[in-house]
């Protein structure tokens, strides 16, 4: 089952098994939408029905199956929010991050490695390549990153001149 992570349970909320749940995504309003969600924390999965899904302003309150009081919503404080990847909506343009990491990455016809992470600095995000000669940091900026193909699994880049010096990378 491929999995993404859509927020964290911060902390019970109420008596009645309530949690709020930071979200990580700059629409919280997609959670009134679950019916399901995996709750998990180290080697622990808890797939768990959505039974009521409230948003105010950037806060998240969901109201899970099995979870009725406030010392069963404390335990899963910290606990990780996924949700199935089939479950998380299509965006009208662009990609999310977790469609990006595993994709194939080159330069012309060379193949730089796989994206493996995507670090998130301020200035702009980056793109950690792995490949045989190591690791490349390509930065996300347009003028780098020249066509993202989702479905295919590709990004083309071109690399600015002093990344990669020979064979060696810095």
Known sequence: MDE?????????????????????????????????????Q?????????????????EVYLTLEGVNTRDEADVLRGWAVKTDRDQVPPLKEGWY???????QVYEGEALLGTLTQVIQTGANDVYLVKGDKGEIC?????????????????MDVELPSGLIDGDEIR
Do not use: W
């Open 4 to 40: 993404v992570l859509i927020g964290e349970v911060i902390k019970p909320h109420g008596v009645q098994g309530e949690i709020k749940v930071y979200p990580i995504t700059d629409n919280p309003k997609r959670f009134k939408k679950l019916k399901e969600v995996i709750l998990v």
């Open 42 to 58: 180290n080697q622990e999965r808890r797939c768990l029905k959505v039974l009521n899904a409230k948003v105010h302003q950037s």
């Open 97 to 103: 991050y977790f469609e990006l990491e595993g994709m």
């Open 138 to 154: 390509v930065p996300a900026l347009k003028t780098v990153v020249k066509h993202v193909d989702v479905a295919g699994k590709r």
